[in-house]
């Protein structure tokens, strides 16, 4: 049987979908402090937000009227109409997340605008119960005891105190970086657990980060049209598998976007999950093209021509990294360039080479791979006749893996035929290949089998093809190898995704030695 909701249930499922968890709240009190002008936000709670929350400013405030209306459905400060929506410079609607936090709890508000007297709310589940006036300098406390105090379902799925606790400090941890120009302290069972002034965007990312991440990263600020770019991203050398930190911001709005964090991460060429940068981002946008009203608390935006801001975002991160320009490393201003002589080969295996700023460790097969991948990628390989072919005994499952791909081998610059029963004649391999073995062969063909894009083949031939640990090599080829692998579009990994080099400055290496 279908029914129609009751008011109340139909409230608190709304109030749901803005007020998830306890970070949900803080996160709606704080961004109204800040569209209420706020320069300082003092913010505390205890039992991971369950048991109480309280954010304080010294924004605007709200005369009684306004502060009775903002418990009202669908009121609100920052618009008058629909199209109000489409250039929404705040960050919510302070009515409306009020009216839902109200609802699912037991709410205090204590505030005052300028010239007014300072007033008193109190109320459970959303019904006012009592109003007084009391003194206040200006701004506004709001007060949020017993979260959830009506909706014990919504409470059962929380997570611990701590795991609860954890999720607001990083939220206030993302505002915060976003809004340098406003002084912050969180509170945690009365503890003062953060406490930030006042301060540029760099001083901010350190003090809440500390300096050992800025140093491995570098400021971006780019501007094309109506888009600007400015923040921190990693520096290639410093990619992580762990611990990467990931802050986005639009229009100073903290939120998520997989289209920004794929154009940032496929900037840096990065063809597996296994690393993968940091970046602390904020993008200024027109408003007429970006809508941030697609998912109830915000936290999720859509633009209006997603190909545009992905391919600018791209282009940004790539360009400051320097990958795709020609002399790489040397276009991004760092001061690498090699001394004239000064390379070492450490264990035959990793090419030590010194720059005006450090030392460069450079893995001789990881860069030889990336330089005979793309030179495979602009110029499909020629044939290398061998000086005495080769004669193969396949399996029969090898054998009709070769049967299947011989026209692969071929295109790769494999001349192969096949020479008796289960048995191929090797004539040619690929130019970039020295020789080949038996066994490598037949290796190559499981590969093959398993990998069908051309660039993933060319991967498997590049590895084949490039010098192996081990291996001695002299001090001009050192000079080429090094010569080579900048001058490929993305010196910094080889086709797997793993590095090709790490970077020690100078000061790194003191830090080591204590000095």
């Not at 929350?53 to 609100?76: F, N």
């Not at 709310?121 to 959303?126: E, F, K, V």
């Not at 912050?184 to 050992?212: A, C, M, V, Y």
């Not at 499981?446 to 069908?452: L, T």
């Amino acid at each position: 049987m279908i029914v129609i909701l009751d008011d109340d249930t139909v409230q608190k499922i709304a109030a749901g979908e803005v007020v998830e968890r306890p970070a949900s709240v803080v996160k709606e009190l704080v961004e109204n402090a800040i569209d209420a002008g706020a320069k300082k936000i003092s913010i505390s709670f205890r039992g991971g937000g369950q048991d109480i929350i309280s954010v304080t400013d010294d924004g605007e405030g709200m005369t009684e009227e306004d502060a009775r209306l903002s418990l009202l459905p669908h009121s609100t400060s920052k618009i008058r109409s629909l199209e109000d929506i489409k250039t929404l410079a705040t960050l919510g609607f302070r009515g409306e997340a009020l009216t839902s936090i109200a609802k699912v709890s037991i709410m205090e508000i204590h505030t005052k605008k300028r010239e007014a007297e300072g007033i008193y709310l109190r109320t459970g589940g959303g019904n006012i119960e009592e109003v007084m006036p009391r003194p206040r300098e200006r701004g506004t406390t709001v007060t949020v005891r017993n979260l959830f105090f009506n909706v014990p379902a919504r409470r059962k799925f929380l997570k611990s105190n701590y795991a609860e606790g954890e999720r607001i400090k990083t939220m206030i941890t993302g505002i915060a970086i976003a809004y340098p120009e406003i002084a912050f302290s969180l509170f945690h069972n009365q503890n003062l657990i953060l406490q930030l002034e006042k301060t540029s965007p760099e001083g901010r990312i350190n003090e809440l980060l500390g300096d050992e991440v800025t140093k491995e990263m570098t400021y971006i600020e780019y501007k094309k049209n109506s888009i600007r770019l400015s923040g921190f991203i990693s520096l290639p050398e410093y990619l992580k598998d762990k611990g990467k930190l990931e802050y986005i911001s639009v229009n100073k709005r903290p939120v998520r976007s997989g289209l920004i964090r794929s154009a940032i991460k496929n900037a840096y060429g990065i063809p597996t999950r296994e690393r993968s940068p940091s970046f602390i981002l904020n993008l200024e946008i027109d408003k007429n093209i970006v809508d941030v009203n697609v998912h109830p608390r915000k936290e999720e935006v859509r633009f209006a021509d997603e190909n545009f801001i992905y391919g600018t975002i791209f282009g940004a991160v790539r360009e400051k990294v320097g990958i795709g320009t020609e002399g790489g490393i040397r276009e991004r201003g760092y001061e690498w360039e090699m001394e004239p002589t000064a390379f070492w080969q450490l264990h035959n295996s990793y090419v030590l080479a010194q720059t005006k700023t450090g030392v460069l460790i450079i893995d001789q097969h990881a860069a030889h791979e990336r330089i005979l991948y793309e030179k495979i990628m602009k110029k499909k390989p020629s044939s290398q006749k061998l000086l005495f072919p080769l004669i193969v005994l396949l399996s029969t499952k090898e054998y009709e893996i070769f049967i299947t791909f011989k026209d692969v081998l071929t295109t790769f610059g494999f001349e192969v035929e096949e020479f008796g029963e289960r048995t191929v004649r090797i004539i040619s391999v690929s130019s970039f290949l020295k020789d080949i073995t038996e066994n490598e062969f037949k290796e190559m063909l499981y590969q093959i089998r398993d990998v069908k894009p051309f660039s993933d083949i060319t991967v498997t031939l590049a590895c084949m093809g490039a010098v192996k640990q081990k291996e001695k090599l002299s001090p001009e080829e050192m000079n080429a190898l090094i010569d080579d692998l900048f001058a490929t579009e993305n010196p910094y990994f080889c086709p797997h995704g793993r590095p090709t080099m790490i970077k020690w400055s100078i000061e790194e290496l003191a830090r080591r030695f204590g000095r």
